[in-house]
């Protein structure tokens, strides 16, 4: 399981940094990804790394704005979150991708959910 952590209240326009981290076990080599969730919607792709930070894919709703990256040291992967919105208000979740096939955007190619962090922006 991957633990996400760093959530809060913020108001709009402020920053917060989100961390994943994989306890007792190594990083996928397939990469890492973000994803958020509102009650009653679907998981939603924010942003996702792949191993070694080669490729950084962001959705068009955060690019600009959000940035991940990862710190393979410390086995954390990181979303910093700039500018943000009341509608980036969400449960924010990591998960690793499970191999080299299926959509780096769908939420199927990932696996070992762990619970989410809360990010409530007011406006």
């Known amino acids: 399981q991957l633990q996400a952590s760093g959530g809060g209240l913020v108001q709009a326009g402020d920053s917060l940094r989100l961390s994943c981290t994989a306890s007792g076990r190594t990083s996928s080599s397939y990469g890492t990804g973000w994803f958020r969730q509102t009650p009653g919607k679907d998981r939603e792709f924010v942003a996702a790394?792949?191993?070694?930070?080669?490729?950084?894919n962001y959705a068009d709703s955060v690019r600009g704005r959000f940035s991940i990256s990862r710190d393979d040291t410390k086995g954390t992967v990181y979303l910093q979150m700039n500018s943000l919105k009341p509608e980036d208000t969400a449960v924010y979740y990591c998960a690793e991708r499970l191999g080299p096939t299926g959509l780096v955007r769908d939420p199927r190619s990932y696996g070992f959910w762990g619970q989410g962090t809360l990010v409530t922006v007011s406006s």
């Open positions: 790394i792949g191993w070694r930070a080669v490729t950084r």
